[in-house]
């Protein structure tokens, strides 16, 4: 995984990945802000892989940040090993940088933003993996930034 400091800046695309829907957002690395995008529902890898394919084209990222999951108290889970798989399987078919980022309780907060935004259960299952993505790639962003400004390399 590239450090903070060796990462490409420019548009980056953010991924929430789920084994039945994978969120995905996209944020400007100059502004430091991420916009949810899309929610992929693919049943197999290659159809996902030739969506994604099609969102790098049209963004055309520098890099790609992908959510790794752990539990609370911060030790890896069966999920954790599935996202680095995926991660690994996104450098290698795209040959983009991957970065991960801190994703725990993403979804859950994206459930909350939506239900304060009025949204009721049925509907926000629609929006809630992009906004997870979306809450991982501004994490991502935060962490860039608090590095930078501590002039650290941070993991």
């Known amino acids: 995984m ?3 400091a060796s990462f490409p800046g420019g548009t980056l695309l953010a991924f929430d990945f789920g084994e039945k829907r994978i969120g995905v957002a996209v944020g400007e690395s100059a502004l ?3 916009h949810p995008l ?3 529902r693919h049943k197999n890898q290659d159809e996902r892989l030739t969506a994604i394919g099609a ?11 992908v ?11 069966a999920m954790t090993a599935r996202c680095v798989r995926f991660a690994n ?3 290698r078919h795209f040959a983009l940088p991957v970065a991960f980022a801190e994703e725990r309780l993403s979804s859950v907060e994206a459930r909350a933003r939506l239900r304060e935004g009025g949204h009721s259960s049925r509907s926000a299952k629609t929006y809630v993996d992009a906004l997870a993505a979306q809450i991982i790639l ?8 608090a590095c930078l400004l501590q002039d650290s390399l941070c993991p």
């Open 67 to 77: 959510g790794r999951p752990v539990a609370l108290d911060g030790e890896p889970h």
């Open 38 to 40: 899309t929610t992929l």
């Open 55 to 65: 969102l790098i084209r049209e963004w055309k990222p520098a890099a790609l940040v």
């Open 32 to 34: 430091a802000q991420a």
């Open 2 to 4: 590239p450090d903070f």
């Open 89 to 91: 399987q996104l450098r």
């Open 138 to 145: 501004q994490h991502y962003f935060e962490n860039l930034s």
